[in-house]
């Protein structure tokens, strides 16, 4: 189904006004556009593909109205505790589900590009990670920066505690086994990311930049135009983008 007609819940949001200007500039139809009050289910029932950018605590509920009447699913909507979360994907497996935590493609293939330079490198290429986002971000580090960092300790066999969030005062000399990560903050910056393998004699940066948020949304679209041809399951975007 190359043009599916698309369900937006959260469509009053920014997510949402930039999921509708997405889908207008695809040619794609919004079926029903939700929010807060409305009848979720009847709203679900009414198009091809749901895609959700709302409030975490709703999460479970379209995902219910969603298996009711057997509709393909993008989730973007944030702040689900780990446990919320895995009980969520659990349920949510019965249907073609997309769920992500950034739906940029460039962002998506920065961290397949970070995966294959983590092991390809090896541990003599220092491994750090800046992320730099608005003035009026409320939580540090981003959540692009977390899966940046979770991709390089899973490729260099690291835990948690080899991470360094700053660094201040005297430290002593940096170890091969250590992971930096550094959140810079100002002004009305959408987002930077960049992972650096530092050896001795050359430097790789890989740096996303971001300077539109619609970015996220034609991402979203491009999801939902391919979970409405796949067999039940949960999916990211690395299984859209085809970098599994």
């Known amino acids: 189904m190359s043009t599916p007609s698309l369900v937006i819940i ?8 930039a999921l509708q200007d997405a889908a207008k500039a695809s040619e794609l139809t919004v079926a029903a ?20 950018f709302s409030f975490h605590a709703i999460t479970g509920d379209v995902i219910q109205r969603c298996l009711d009447h057997g509709k393909p699913l993008v989730i973007g909507t944030t702040g689900h505790t780990s446990g919320e979360k895995a009980a969520l994907v659990e349920k949510t497996s019965a249907i073609p589900t997309v769920w992500a935590g950034n739906y940029s493609v460039g962002v ?21 990670v800046t992320e730099m986002h608005h003035r009026f971000k409320k939580d540090a580090p981003s959540g692009t920066a ?11 066999k690291l835990e948690e505690n080899a991470l360094r969030h700053g660094r201040s005062g005297i430290t002593g000399e940096r170890t091969d086994d250590e992971v930096g990560i550094h959140s810079l903050r100002g002004g009305d910056v959408v987002g930077e990311h960049t992972a650096m393998f530092a050896g001795m004699g050359e430097r790789l940066e890989l740096t996303h930049r971001a300077t539109d948020r619609g970015i996220f949304a034609r991402g979203a679209i491009r999801a939902a135009r391919w979970a409405v041809d796949q067999p039940a399951g949960v999916y990211d975007m690395q299984h859209v983008l085809g970098l599994d």
């Open 10 to 17: 959260g469509a009053a949001g920014r997510m949402g006004h």
């Open 33 to 52: 556009a939700l929010d807060q009050g409305d009848d979720l289910g009847a709203g679900i029932a009414q198009g091809d593909v749901v895609i959700d």
């Open 108 to 128: 998506n293939l920065l961290y397949a590009l970070t995966r294959r330079a983590a092991a390809v490198l090896g541990p003599d290429y220092n491994a750090e």
């Open 146 to 156: 977390a899966c940046l960092l979770e991709i390089i300790l899973e490729e260099r």
